[in-house]
């Protein structure tokens, strides 16, 4: 079974524009959830998503946002970059038929670089 | 607010050396935890994971886990690491109700050949 992907794996984006990050989940996975991970902060949680959608929400302002679609891919989009956006983007999704069971599993990550 | 404390920032240790890696968090009430592991270059992966029964768990490569209640805590330990174990280490909760789950800062452990 292929694992999360994650697309692009690098990019280099100006001040001031908008990027749009992909993941897609493993089959079957039905939760996405993403984070923004960086040396000093380390994972910090963003949103996640659960059947499109937005299920919970981290303490990022509005400029991030994402989305879910019905085949569970999801999307995040940073709009109006600043260079404290550099970072690791990681998706991570989960089977969670239960609910309580919250394993995740990672993607490869996006290294975002705002010069 | 729910919060994971990993005590030890980065740790270096020699090859047969004994590893064990603080996680402590804050939160009462039922909790599921969790270490992954980053390896260089690598996504992070899950090591052991604990919801409930023996609070002593046993993950992937020798590594071990016990969750002490009283003391919220979820210490890694492993009896002898290689230098294959130079990772970034993660301990994370899933804290009652909430879907989030609240990550440590992480733990950079380099073993010395």
């Known amino acids: 079974k292929a694992g999360v992907t994650q697309t692009p794996r690098y990019l280099i984006k100006t001040r001031g524009q908008q990027v749009t990050l992909s993941c897609s989940p493993i089959?079957?996975?039905?939760?996405v959830s993403w984070y923004q991970q960086t040396p000093g902060q380390g994972l910090q949680f963003l949103f996640e998503?659960?059947?499109?959608?937005?299920?919970n929400k981290g303490n990022f302002p509005g400029r991030f946002s994402g989305r879910q679609f019905s085949n569970s891919r999801s999307e995040m989009n940073v709009s109006t970059l600043e260079l404290g956006d550099s970072a690791l983007y990681l998706c991570?999704?989960?089977?969670?038929?239960?609910?309580?069971?919250?394993?995740?599993?990672f993607g490869p990550g996006t290294r975002l670089t705002v010069t | 607010a729910q919060s994971v404390s990993q005590h030890n920032h980065h740790v270096i240790l020699s090859e047969a050396a004994s590893l064990e890696l603080g996680c402590n968090y804050s939160?009462?009430?039922?909790?599921?935890l969790f270490w992954y592991v980053q390896y260089p270059g690598q996504h992070l992966q899950l090591l052991l994971k604990y919801f409930s029964g023996d609070p002593l768990v046993k993950g992937i490569k020798g590594f071990e886990a016990e969750f002490i209640k009283s003391k919220f805590s979820f210490n890694l330990r492993k009896p002898s690491v290689q230098w294959s174990d130079t990772a970034e280490y993660f301990c994370a909760v899933h804290a009652g109700n909430n879907r989030k789950l609240i990550w440590g800062l992480g733990t950079s452990l380099a073993v010395n050949p």
């Open positions: 939160y009462g009430g039922t909790v599921n």
């Open positions: 089959s079957g996975h039905r939760s």
């Open positions: 998503y659960f059947s499109e959608t937005q299920r």
């Open positions: 991570a999704s989960s089977l969670d038929t239960s609910g309580d069971s919250y394993e995740q599993y």
